[in-house]
């Protein structure tokens, strides 16, 4: 049973913070990538970060790229995305997703695919 589960979603002024949570369960972070996502309403989904445990590699998109960080707690088996300096068109539904299973992938670039997705967290930008 692998499944995601995120949380740390809430409502935020322009240039607050917020720490965004995704804690697995049938399965543990080694060897996976994973990806976090977001949906806004009237756009399609982005893929904002992925961190690959194979070898640290990192991808922001650059909407988010020197505001976001992706990070990894090996003890709780929880990856993280920590938000900074939000803008009101950060307002989204963000997921996090098993980008690959297995080692070798690297997060090199734009996310090509994602599966078992969590149900989401909601975070609003706004004054």
């Known amino acids: 049973q692998l499944q995601l589960v995120e949380s740390g979603g809430g409502v935020v002024q322009p240039g607050g913070s917020l720490r965004l949570s995704c804690a697995a369960s049938?399965?543990?972070?080694?060897?996976?990538?994973i990806g976090w996502f977001r949906q806004a309403p009237g756009k399609e989904r982005e893929g904002v970060s992925c961190?690959?445990?194979?070898?640290?590699?990192?991808y922001y998109a650059d909407s988010v790229k020197g505001r976001f960080t992706i990070s990894r707690d090996n003890a709780d088996n929880t990856m993280y995305l920590q938000m900074n300096s939000l803008k009101p068109e950060d307002t989204a539904v963000y997921y996090c997703?098993?980008?690959?299973?297995?080692?070798?992938?690297?997060?090199?670039?734009?996310?090509?695919?994602?599966?078992?997705w969590g149900q989401g967290t909601q975070v609003t930008v706004s004054s």
């Open positions: 997703a098993v980008v690959a299973t297995s080692s070798g992938y690297r997060c090199r670039g734009p996310i090509p695919f994602a599966d078992y």
């Open positions: 049938g399965f543990t972070f080694d060897d996976y990538a």
């Open positions: 961190y690959s445990t194979s070898d640290g590699s990192t």
